[in-house]
């Protein structure tokens, strides 16, 4: 036995690699978990590698490499991600795994998702006609799993490289293979006899919650944790963070002891050729915004002072999964226009360098063409600090903090005064009020806002039709899906309150409003 009795097997999706997990191999070891991994057959070459394998061969890859781990641990996790999840099912239901707990990540039991075109039914017609099957492509396209748009472009921009991180598409045999595991996990879930936790994106594009509700139906214990803010690829995502939080969480691992290191380490001084060659590098990547070629330049434990930015932005973030979530913030409230459009002469001091920043925005109208000042200290061969202070704070915290939330987000309804009169209103004469407001709103001469629409929206189908269904619209309706999330909190007010709601909503607009 291994003198750390405890072990997790991560099991890779189709066509992809570790990436596919993101940070939770380090997250685990950080936590006292040695972690083991295998490439499943056909993976680690060309798409043309997948032609010829069977599911039988993923599966006796998988239980192989999971009896050799057995073997040396006492406790030993299974964690799987979309098609690992599947073999991760499969290999705890044939092998009765009791010595360790089982978590999937985005399991696609039915390829059912929003983004899943009208004809991937016909796939199963396609599988029987002769040498088509190994012959056409499914290509993996925009968005990629991602729904991070700064993630998204630094996945895109691997592509675009060649990197070998993951296929780019998969041969139509290699699909059939998916579906006869899919099958073989409908059959056997129920046969799972460790705890397991199921987490599931909302939005995944792939496949949808039906996937996580079978699952969570079929396994005796079983956690379902739903995920808010992410497609498919929820490792990497917006709730990568959440993901790992619950992973720690759900294998009674303290979060501290996984977090990243921040002690100081040894500080091998650089060279002046050294410091130079780092500042042009990480320049030019910013200037080109070129992210995916930043990122790496940072330093894991980075701090990044955001002295500017009012209070959406202004505050210090701290390491490089923060700084995503800063660049993507950036882009989100501005549409995705953030840029760098240039950096002025550096000035170095030792392993400190100064330069002047210039970059714009656009939103709603605005333009923001701003300057700051960045000082950043390099530390063995990484960025490990940013000081980022605007020379002008005034014009761009009223920018940022006037962009609102991020892309999607609807602010807070405009509040509503019922007067006394109106509250005491019902039967008849409330239902005449309700009429005659609606009238009164038809005849404004200006149009209320996106959000007063939205809450005048909400009250008048609460009012109506009661509590919106559990069913959000797709993602490819973003106005349905507002207008559902706005009915949404409004769920248990009674449609008498509706209706007064509905009343002084519509009395508001009277005085700005009507010609």
Not at 435 to 457: E, F, G, H, I, M
Request: hydrophobic share 40%.
């Amino acid at each position: 036995m291994s003198a750390n009795r405890t072990a997790a097997l991560l099991i890779h999706g189709l066509g992809g690699t570790q990436f596919d997990l993101g940070s939770l191999h380090k997250t685990l070891k950080r936590a006292g978990v040695d972690t083991h991994s295998l490439t499943l057959p056909g993976h680690g070459g060309t798409p043309h590698d997948l032609v010829s394998v069977r599911a039988e061969d993923w599966l006796d890859a998988v239980r192989e490499k999971y009896r050799q781990v057995m073997q040396q641990y006492d406790t030993v996790h299974v964690i799987g991600m979309c098609m690992g999840s599947l073999l991760a099912l499969s290999l705890c239901a044939t092998e009765s795994h009791r010595r360790g707990r089982l978590i999937t990540l985005a399991a696609p039991v039915y390829i059912d998702g929003w983004a899943t075109p009208w004809y991937t039914a016909a796939r199963h017609a396609f599988y029987w006609l002769p040498l088509l099957p190994e012959r056409m492509r499914i290509d993996e396209d925009e968005p990629f799993g991602i729904k991070n748009a700064l993630v998204r472009s630094i996945v895109k921009a691997k592509f675009e490289r060649g990197d070998n991180f993951h296929y780019r598409w998969v041969p139509l045999a290699c699909l059939r293979q998916v579906d006869r595991l899919r099958r073989m996990v409908m059959r056997s879930a129920h046969a799972i006899p460790c705890e397991t936790l199921i987490m599931h994106a909302r939005e995944d594009e792939l496949t949808s919650l039906r996937s996580a509700t079978f699952l969570h139906d079929q396994i005796e214990d079983t956690e379902l944790v739903v995920l808010e803010n992410s497609y498919h690829l929820i490792c990497v995502d917006n709730d990568r963070e959440t993901v790992t939080q619950n992973v720690l969480r759900f294998l009674d691992l303290a979060a501290d002891s996984a977090a990243v290191a921040n002690e100081p380490v040894e500080d091998v001084p650089m060279s002046d050729d050294e410091v130079r060659d780092l500042t042009t590098r990480y320049l030019s990547a910013m200037a080109a915004q070129r992210f995916e070629a930043a990122l790496p330049l940072f330093a894991s434990n980075v701090v990044w002072a955001q002295c500017g930015g009012g209070e959406a932005l202004a505050r210090d973030y701290q390491g490089r999964g923060a700084l995503v979530d800063l660049f993507s913030t950036l882009l989100d409230r501005s549409g995705g226009t953030f840029a760098f459009r240039s950096f002025g002469e550096p000035v170095f001091d030792g392993q400190t360098v100064t330069v002047e920043a210039r970059y714009s925005a656009t939103h709603a109208g605005r333009q923001l063409d701003a300057r700051a000042r960045e000082t950043f200290t390099l530390s063995n061969g990484r960025v490990a600090r940013v000081v980022h202070e605007p020379l002008d704070d005034g014009t761009e915290s009223a920018f940022w903090n006037g962009a609102g939330g991020p892309a999607g987000a609807r602010r807070a309804a405009p509040q509503t005064v019922i007067s006394a009169e109106l509250a005491t209103l019902d039967g008849a004469a409330l239902e005449q009020g309700f009429v005659v407001a609606q009238a009164r709103l038809k005849a404004l001469a200006r149009r209320p806002s996106n959000d007063t629409l939205l809450a005048l929206y909400a009250c008048y189908k609460q009012a109506t039709h009661g509590d919106a269904p559990a069913e959000r619209p797709s993602a490819l309706d973003p106005a349905g899906r507002a207008k559902h999330t706005a009915w949404t909190e409004l769920r248990g007010v009674s449609g008498d309150e509706a209706r007064r709601r509905y009343i002084a909503l519509a009395g508001q607009q009277e005085p700005a409003a009507v010609a």
